[in-house]
């Protein structure tokens, strides 16, 4: 592990070495023109000074004007072209040699040490024009040796005192290079720390934007799956994730259900019903804390659990989605690159989760009160058909008719005792060669039936599978979920509302006391029918 955060501060330094040193080649590229430009006119003034002093025009005045021409060309290219930061230093480097090497000339064809005092001052221009030092110690270095080899070659007399005044200048030059290095360099740092935050805020209001854009039409979906769904989508093209999932807390079993996802990934964990246990995985341990977990390398997190569905998962940011102490469930967000969201990334997208557990809150709201809504005018449609004359069987087939249209499930009928047996009176979703058959149930000691009416309460089974006694019809797909309500007269069970769910999908407890309202409405059928009959008996009575 401290290998790996050595490895991490050396790419960081190396990182900040190399920016560093772009930024000092993009303003040497900056001054390279006016280099070329001052140069040039330094080559024009020395072609000048020859001509007044009345000295011979000879080779000398030829390279300066050569070199005039070059820096001016220079100067133009420049204009008028681009040339790359990274060849900056080498053009640079290159207009001060030329320079020098005329001066090395003039000092060779006059045998003089005259002109050493032109020499210093382009050694010291190269220290603070030349900012990487490869370059300004290959200028200095040539300098140097082109005067001692002048030196070798002459036989006047001065040259000691030049040379003294040289390695002054050279050492000058040397201090005004570190120093000049120096300054620049912390000017880029200043500047390339600028850019960042620059780029940092500029992130931060497109995150900002992002959030915005998609929680504005959080308010005109209707549909919670389909608002979960463009959460994720929204989030992952965003965000540039690999992949993004919503998992909602299953109260009833504790369990994390997925209920939105992208790509593949996500369809295949909601095609099947994928459930993570809370305390299980990155996911379960953010359910169980209510706080937001960011595995910058997954693979060494111990929390983090390898999925199959995604085996080349890197970084891993899970979120909470609560309001208040209640927690609705986990947005997770995961990407096969290590390190793959910034800080800001974390808050913006823990913003998002907020708008989303919001949203998620309201929309379950609203579908309780649309469901009661519902309810009551289903129970007031139910109440008035119930006032008219219907004999028993079509009251109850309207009975669970209706039902059907505030709580899903798919088959529900009606049973009453007979002595030790139930007998189905009232049927839907069964087969319809087998909905006109008259079932008949054994009541057994124990059993579900027998349950109800011992404690005359509604009987809920999560998953009816896992129950020993459960009875199960031939020719029909067994039921999971399922729930049994009793019909109650004069505080005695005399038979059950059943209903029955084929995939393991638990009864609410809204959905339980919707199902207990329509078996209240069966008991009304059955005392109206009682009635009925002893009205019809007094009626056949003489007298």
Same mark, same amino acid.
């Given at each position: 592990m401290q290998?790996?955060? *050595?490895?991490?501060e050396?790419?960081?330094?190396?990182?900040?070495?190399?920016? /560093?040193?772009?930024?000092?080649?993009?303003? $040497?590229? *900056? &001054?390279?023109?006016?280099v !070329?430009?001052a140069?040039?006119?330094?080559?024009?003034?020395?072609?000048? =000074?020859?001509? %007044?002093?009345?000295?011979?025009?000879? +080779?000398?005045?030829?390279?300066?004007?050569?070199?005039?021409?070059?820096s001016?060309?220079?100067?133009g290219?420049?204009?008028a072209?681009?040339?790359s930061? #990274?060849?900056a230093?080498?053009?640079?480097?290159?207009?001060?040699?030329?320079?020098?090497l005329?001066?090395?000339?003039?000092?060779?064809?006059?045998?003089?040490?005259? !002109?050493?005092?032109?020499?210093?001052?382009?050694?010291?221009?190269?220290?603070?024009?030349?900012?990487?030092p @490869?370059?300004?110690g290959?200028?200095?270095?040539?300098?140097?040796?082109?005067?001692?080899? /002048?030196?070798?070659?002459?036989?006047?007399?001065g040259w000691?005192?030049?040379?003294?005044?040289?390695?002054? &200048?050279?050492?000058l030059?040397v201090?005004?290079h570190?120093?000049?290095?120096?300054?620049?360099?912390?000017?880029?740092v200043?500047?390339?720390?600028n850019?960042?935050?620059a780029?940092?805020?500029q992130?931060r209001?497109?995150?900002?934007?992002?959030?915005?854009?998609?929680?504005?039409?959080?308010?005109?979906?209707?549909?919670?799956?389909?608002?979960l769904?463009?959460?994720?989508?929204?989030?992952?093209?965003?965000?540039?994730?690999? =992949?993004?999932?919503?998992? +909602?807390?299953?109260?009833?079993?504790?369990?994390?259900?997925?209920?939105a996802?992208?790509?593949s990934a996500?369809?295949?964990a909601m095609?099947?019903?994928?459930?993570?246990?809370?305390? #299980?995985?990155i996911?379960g341990? /953010?359910?169980?804390?209510?706080?937001?977990a960011?595995?910058?390398?997954?693979?060494?997190?111990?929390?983090?659990?390898?999925?199959?569905l995604?085996?080349?998962?890197?970084?891993?940011?899970?979120?909470?989605?609560?309001v208040?102490?209640?927690?609705?469930g986990?947005?997770?967000?995961?990407?096969?690159?290590?390190?793959?969201f910034?800080?800001?990334?974390?808050?913006?997208?823990?913003l998002?989760?907020?708008?989303i557990?919001l949203? /998620?809150?309201?929309m379950?709201l609203?579908?309780?009160?649309?469901d009661?809504?519902?309810?009551?005018? $289903?129970?007031?449609?139910?109440?008035?058909?119930l006032s008219?004359?219907?004999?028993?069987?079509?009251?109850?087939?309207?009975? %669970?008719?209706?039902?059907?249209n505030?709580?899903?499930y798919?088959?529900?009928?009606?049973?009453l005792?007979?002595?030790?047996?139930?007998?189905?009176?009232?049927?839907?979703? @069964?087969?319809?060669?087998?909905? *006109?058959?008259?079932?008949?149930?054994?009541v057994?000691?124990g059993?579900?039936?027998?349950?109800?009416r011992?404690?005359? #309460?509604? +009987?809920?089974?999560?998953?009816?599978?896992?129950?020993?006694?459960?009875?199960h019809?031939?020719?029909?797909?067994?039921?999971?979920?399922?729930?049994?309500?009793?019909?109650?007269?004069?505080?005695?069970?005399?038979?059950?509302?059943?209903?029955?769910r084929?995939?393991? $999908?638990?009864f609410?407890?809204?959905?339980?006391a919707?199902a207990?309202?329509?078996?209240?409405? *069966?008991?009304?059928?059955?005392?109206?029918?009682?009635?009925?009959?002893e009205?019809?008996?007094?009626?056949?009575?003489?007298?």
């Amino acid at each position: 592990m401290q290998s790996t955060l *050595a490895s991490v501060e050396s790419y960081d330094r190396t990182a900040q070495k190399t920016a /560093v040193n772009a930024c000092l080649d993009a303003m $040497t590229l *900056a &001054a390279l023109p006016r280099v !070329a430009l001052a140069f040039g006119i330094f080559h024009l003034i020395c072609i000048a =000074y020859h001509l %007044l002093a009345s000295e011979p025009v000879g +080779l000398s005045v030829a390279l300066l004007f050569v070199s005039a021409l070059l820096s001016f060309a220079l100067f133009g290219a420049l204009r008028a072209w681009t040339l790359s930061p #990274r060849h900056a230093p080498a053009v640079t480097a290159a207009q001060i040699t030329l320079t020098s090497l005329n001066v090395l000339y003039a000092l060779f064809a006059t045998g003089t040490p005259r !002109a050493t005092g032109l020499l210093m001052l382009i050694v010291i221009s190269a220290g603070l024009l030349l900012m990487r030092p @490869f370059w300004f110690g290959l200028v200095l270095s040539l300098s140097l040796a082109g005067w001692l080899m /002048v030196l070798l070659i002459s036989i006047s007399a001065g040259w000691a005192n030049a040379g003294l005044d040289l390695v002054l &200048a050279s050492v000058l030059a040397v201090a005004i290079h570190m120093i000049r290095r120096a300054d620049c360099g912390q000017i880029a740092v200043l500047r390339q720390q600028n850019e960042a935050q620059a780029a940092a805020i500029q992130r931060r209001i497109a995150q900002v934007e992002t959030n915005r854009a998609i929680a504005e039409h959080f308010s005109t979906f209707d549909d919670l799956d389909v608002l979960l769904q463009h959460a994720t989508d929204s989030i992952g093209t965003r965000y540039g994730c690999t =992949y993004v999932g919503i998992f +909602l807390l299953d109260e009833k079993t504790g369990e994390l259900v997925a209920r939105a996802g992208t790509g593949s990934a996500g369809r295949a964990a909601m095609q099947a019903g994928a459930r993570i246990n809370v305390g #299980r995985g990155i996911i379960g341990w /953010v359910a169980e804390n209510r706080r937001v977990a960011y595995a910058r390398d997954a693979t060494r997190d111990p929390r983090f659990v390898i999925w199959d569905l995604l085996p080349d998962t890197r970084s891993e940011l899970t979120l909470p989605l609560h309001v208040g102490n209640r927690l609705l469930g986990v947005l997770d967000v995961q990407s096969n690159q290590p390190n793959a969201f910034h800080d800001e990334d974390v808050t913006a997208l823990h913003l998002m989760a907020d708008h989303i557990a919001l949203a /998620v809150q309201n929309m379950l709201l609203r579908q309780v009160e649309k469901d009661r809504r519902r309810l009551m005018e $289903t129970l007031h449609h139910v109440g008035r058909a119930l006032s008219r004359p219907m004999d028993t069987q079509a009251a109850f087939d309207m009975i %669970l008719q209706q039902l059907a249209n505030v709580l899903p499930y798919d088959r529900g009928s009606v049973m009453l005792q007979n002595d030790t047996l139930l007998e189905l009176v009232a049927a839907r979703g @069964f087969p319809g060669s087998k909905r *006109a058959f008259r079932w008949r149930v054994p009541v057994r000691a124990g059993d579900v039936y027998d349950e109800i009416r011992r404690t005359q #309460r509604p +009987l809920i089974l999560d998953d009816a599978l896992r129950r020993a006694d459960w009875f199960h019809l031939q020719d029909l797909l067994p039921a999971r979920s399922w729930i049994g309500i009793p019909l109650i007269h004069e505080d005695k069970v005399i038979g059950m509302l059943s209903l029955a769910r084929e995939t393991y $999908t638990p009864f609410t407890e809204d959905e339980i006391a919707f199902a207990t309202v329509f078996a209240w409405q *069966a008991s009304v059928v059955l005392e109206n029918a009682r009635l009925s009959v002893e009205l019809h008996k007094r009626a056949a009575q003489p007298g």
